[in-house]
């Protein structure tokens, strides 16, 4: 879905994972990025695994709700060497996909170094490094947590790459 022409486009940045998953929506017009909102959405470990992914998939498409992006970007996650680990934190990158696809958003995935490179200006950033530079980029959004910096650097990066795309006549 894209924005129409009179309104700067939002984007959702989606960080997986099954105790925290951080969002943030930013919004593009030309080269300028304004920070909409973020947030870190973490259900109780107590939980059941099922309850869990249905907090997480209801909260996300709550914010779809809330701040109505025309598109949406998930960074891909690390693969652990703990193959349950894995599987679960699959289970959450579902939602992450699940939610905004269902919504009508077009999803892009992101490699966590392609992010970095985006916002810090190389791939083998520290999520210090990654907070500081979306502290300059987006001013207005205030000290975040690393979850909810690390889903802003990932709709940077999706804003980066459909510019580049726009440039090589491919968007």
Same mark, same amino acid.
């Given at each position: 879905m894209n924005a129409p022409n009179h309104l700067p486009l939002r984007i959702l940045g989606l960080d997986p994972g099954l105790r925290r998953t951080g969002?943030?929506?930013? =919004?593009? %017009?030309? =080269?300028? +990025? #304004?920070?909409?909102a973020h947030g870190v959405i973490a259900p109780k470990d107590t939980l059941p695994f099922a309850e869990r992914l249905l907090i997480l998939f209801d909260a996300i498409a709550e914010v779809i709700v809330l701040h109505a992006p025309? %598109?949406?970007a998930v960074e891909e996650t690390f693969m652990n060497n703990n193959a349950a680990s894995a599987l679960k934190l699959g289970?959450?990158? &579902?939602?992450? +996909?699940? /939610?905004?696809a269902r919504a009508g958003l077009s999803v =892009? %995935?992101? =490699? &966590? #170094?392609? @992010? !970095? !490179? /985006?916002v810090v200006g190389t791939g083998s950033a520290d999520k210090a490094q @990654?907070?500081?530079?979306?502290?300059? +980029? +987006?001013p207005t959004a205030g000290d975040t947590t690393a979850d909810a910096a690390d889903a802003l650097a990932v709709a940077i990066a999706h804003a980066h790459a459909r510019r580049a795309r726009s440039y090589l006549g491919a968007a």
């Open positions: 969002w943030g929506v930013i =919004a593009i %017009e030309g =080269a300028r +990025l #304004t920070h909409i025309h %598109e949406a289970h959450a990158r &579902a939602c992450c +996909l699940i /939610a905004p =892009a %995935e992101y =490699a &966590a #170094t392609v @992010v !970095k !490179k /985006a @990654v907070g500081f530079m979306i502290r300059r +980029l +987006l």
